[in-house]
């Protein structure tokens, strides 16, 4: 978030914004400025002079009633507008870049923009609207006595140096809080997706302990802030009340020598006062502002390339060769892969005892397990070897991902254009009498928290949408095991009928099914310790 990016989401906006806090700016002022007159008609005894300044003083008073609450609310809609702007670029790059986990993403999607919403972008309109106040300050405290603007900028360049004392602790402060949250929402992550095997074997105690590290630690943090943030206040505070009492010192001196009239030594108070006021306000901003240089920081490099695409390349896969393989996840062992070609079109069905790394081999095919040893190298038609677009390769999982829509727009991923084609692709994944059972047919809602979906049914969902976008290659992943065998049979011989490769992981297969596959690729338990490399 940049003050640039602010103004620039609507710069029409932006302008009215800044000229509706300067008249604001203004009115106040005016106020004060007017109050020193009806002072000297009251010190005199004249009444009528007394009532007229202060019927005048009114005026201004009013029309800052009105106008403070249409600044904010333009403000905050400002602020809306670039929170969109810049969610919108996030996403962009979740979606292209792949390279964060959902917890990272709620965290920088929710948290860091609350953060940069309350520490940078309103801290600015504070900025903003007591510029302002000291701008037109100064010039009347000028026009009444110029030792009075001598004397304030003496303390307004004390106040104005004080925030650097206290930014880098605020900074780490915040630094650490976003650290935790992040933690804090991955932990959740981690234990609720286990929620039902923790009740099945009553582990209450392990997950009240566990959330409660998270919680306590993302506490300390966030006390640890407000602690930075008051000791900086106090700060300021101090600065600031050395500034009053210097000028209300010297108005008196002015007042008692002659040389101002007592509405004059009174307005010229009220006015340091206000640009002391201003200054400490802005101070603090300062201090919120630069508090979030780490979470911005983590923003820019989020949004800064999100114009690169990700590889659209339309090369298609013709082979594909697994060379001297191992895969390894974080603390786990490590995994060995014969070796052996798949070529395009071919149906291969991959077997293999639970713990060999089937579905392991899939996610490093999928490029999001890089390899430890080895090789998975693709090559075209003419057997170069490149890297291809691995979104043209279609996943499966047991578990299958929909979205809140309709079952059709499920199945076509909310092309409209495309809905044409699910009655024919519905039939071919055996799914038309499952959907004969709903009174609105491919229409029906697919409701995530009720699911109202078997498994079977959302089985079927996901290889009807891998229909749809024709992708090269298929990796099914005991995607037909909600799936009853007469289907699940109907569904494989339709797919060994297309010209796409398909390389399936399933179990309890009969023979009849299992001869469909051009091939059947059996890992065996092959497991070694890092240290055998």
Same mark, same amino acid.
């Given at each position: 978030?940049?003050?640039?990016?602010?103004?620039?989401?609507?710069?029409?906006?932006?302008?009215?914004?800044?000229?509706?806090?300067?008249?604001?700016?203004?009115?106040?002022?005016?106020?004060?400025?007017?109050?020193?007159?009806?002072?000297?008609?009251?010190?005199?005894?004249?009444?009528?002079?007394?009532?007229?300044?202060?019927?005048?003083?009114?005026?201004?008073?009013?029309?800052?009633?009105?106008?403070?609450?249409?600044?904010?609310?333009?403000?905050?809609?400002?602020?809306?507008?670039?929170?969109?702007?810049?969610? +919108?670029?996030?996403?962009?790059?979740?979606?292209?870049?792949?390279?964060?986990?959902?917890?990272?993403?709620?965290?920088?999607?929710? *948290?860091?923009?609350? #953060?940069?919403?309350?520490?940078?972008?309103?801290?600015?309109?504070?900025?903003?609207?007591?510029?302002?106040? &000291?701008?037109?300050?100064?010039?009347?405290?000028?026009?009444?006595?110029?030792?009075?603007?001598?004397?304030?900028?003496?303390?307004?360049?004390?106040?104005? $140096?004080?925030?650097?004392?206290?930014?880098?602790?605020?900074?780490?402060?915040?630094?650490?809080?976003?650290?935790?949250?992040?933690?804090?929402?991955?932990?959740?992550?981690?234990?609720?997706?286990?929620?039902?095997?923790?009740?099945?074997?009553?582990?209450?105690?392990?997950?009240?302990?566990?959330?409660? *590290?998270?919680?306590?630690?993302?506490?300390?943090?966030?006390?640890?802030?407000?602690?930075?943030?008051?000791?900086?206040?106090?700060?300021? +505070?101090?600065?600031?009340?050395? =500034?009053?009492?210097?000028?209300?010192?010297?108005? =008196?001196?002015?007042?008692?020598?002659?040389?101002?009239?007592?509405?004059?030594?009174?307005?010229?108070?009220?006015?340091?006062?206000?640009?002391?006021?201003?200054?400490?306000?802005?101070? $603090?901003?300062?201090?919120?502002?630069?508090?979030?240089?780490?979470?911005?920081?983590?923003?820019?490099?989020?949004?800064?390339?999100?114009?690169?695409?990700?590889?659209?390349?339309?090369?298609?896969?013709?082979?594909?060769?697994?060379?001297?393989?191992?895969?390894?996840?974080?603390?786990?062992?490590?995994?060995?892969?014969?070796?052996?070609?798949?070529?395009?079109?071919?149906?291969?069905?991959?077997?293999?005892? *639970? +713990?060999?790394?089937?579905?392991?081999?899939?996610?490093?095919?999928?490029?999001?397990?890089?390899?430890?040893?080895?090789?998975? &190298?693709?090559?075209?038609?003419? +057997?170069?070897?490149?890297?291809?677009?691995?979104?043209?390769?279609?996943? &499966?999982?047991?578990?299958?991902?929909?979205?809140?829509?309709?079952?059709?727009?499920?199945?076509?991923?909310?092309?409209?254009?495309?809905?044409?084609?699910?009655?024919?692709?519905?039939?071919?994944?055996?799914?038309?009498?499952?959907?004969?059972?709903?009174?609105?047919?491919?229409?029906?809602?697919?409701?995530?928290?009720?699911?109202?979906?078997?498994?079977?049914?959302?089985?079927?969902?996901?290889?009807?949408?891998?229909?749809?976008?024709?992708?090269?290659?298929?990796?099914?992943?005991?995607?037909? $095991?909600?799936?009853?065998?007469?289907?699940?049979?109907?569904?494989?011989?339709?797919?060994?009928? #297309?010209?796409?490769?398909?390389?399936?992981?399933?179990?309890?297969?009969?023979?009849?099914?299992?001869?469909?596959?051009?091939?059947?690729?059996?890992?065996?338990?092959?497991?070694?310790?890092?240290?055998?490399?």
């Amino acid at each position: 978030m940049t003050l640039k990016g602010l103004i620039g989401s609507n710069k029409q906006r932006a302008i009215f914004i800044i000229l509706l806090y300067f008249i604001f700016a203004v009115t106040g002022s005016l106020d004060q400025y007017f109050f020193q007159f009806a002072v000297n008609g009251l010190s005199v005894g004249n009444l009528p002079v007394y009532i007229r300044w202060q019927l005048i003083e009114f005026i201004p008073v009013v029309c800052g009633v009105f106008i403070l609450p249409l600044a904010t609310y333009l403000f905050n809609a400002q602020i809306q507008e670039y929170l969109d702007q810049l969610r +919108g670029q996030m996403v962009d790059h979740f979606y292209n870049k792949n390279d964060a986990t959902v917890p990272q993403m709620q965290n920088y999607l929710q *948290s860091n923009l609350d #953060t940069l919403t309350s520490d940078f972008a309103l801290p600015w309109v504070n900025v903003l609207s007591n510029l302002f106040i &000291i701008l037109l300050s100064a010039g009347v405290l000028f026009s009444l006595n110029w030792s009075f603007v001598l004397l304030t900028a003496i303390f307004v360049l004390i106040d104005l $140096s004080l925030p650097k004392i206290m930014a880098r602790m605020t900074s780490e402060a915040s630094r650490k809080v976003m650290k935790n949250t992040s933690t804090f929402l991955t932990g959740i992550g981690e234990w609720i997706n286990g929620l039902n095997e923790l009740r099945r074997y009553h582990a209450w105690t392990i997950l009240n302990k566990e959330m409660s *590290s998270y919680a306590e630690k993302l506490e300390k943090s966030k006390v640890n802030q407000i602690n930075k943030n008051c000791a900086s206040n106090t700060i300021n +505070g101090i600065g600031n009340t050395l =500034g009053q009492m210097s000028i209300a010192f010297l108005a =008196g001196i002015l007042f008692l020598t002659g040389q101002i009239k007592i509405g004059a030594a009174l307005a010229s108070t009220s006015f340091a006062f206000g640009i002391f006021l201003a200054v400490s306000s802005i101070t $603090s901003a300062a201090v919120k502002i630069k508090s979030t240089k780490n979470i911005n920081q983590t923003t820019a490099s989020l949004i800064s390339n999100t114009k690169t695409k990700p590889n659209r390349s339309s090369t298609q896969i013709a082979q594909i060769e697994i060379k001297n393989l191992a895969l390894k996840y974080p603390n786990g062992p490590i995994i060995k892969y014969p070796d052996f070609v798949i070529n395009k079109g071919e149906k291969v069905l991959l077997a293999g005892d *639970s +713990g060999t790394g089937k579905s392991t081999l899939f996610y490093a095919i999928l490029g999001k397990i890089k390899p430890c040893q080895g090789q998975i &190298i693709f090559r075209n038609n003419t +057997g170069q070897i490149f890297q291809p677009n691995l979104n043209r390769i279609s996943y &499966i999982a047991q578990d299958p991902q929909l979205f809140p829509g309709t079952i059709a727009e499920n199945i076509v991923m909310f092309h409209q254009q495309l809905l044409d084609q699910v009655p024919n692709l519905i039939n071919k994944v055996q799914l038309q009498s499952d959907i004969a059972r709903f009174p609105q047919g491919t229409d029906t809602q697919v409701d995530l928290d009720k699911n109202n979906l078997s498994g079977g049914q959302r089985q079927k969902i996901i290889l009807a949408r891998s229909e749809v976008f024709a992708d090269e290659i298929i990796l099914l992943d005991e995607a037909t $095991s909600a799936i009853d065998s007469k289907a699940t049979k109907q569904i494989i011989a339709e797919l060994v009928h #297309t010209n796409k490769t398909v390389i399936m992981i399933a179990h309890n297969l009969n023979s009849e099914v299992k001869n469909m596959f051009d091939k059947t690729i059996r890992l065996a338990s092959q497991k070694e310790n890092h240290n055998d490399f």
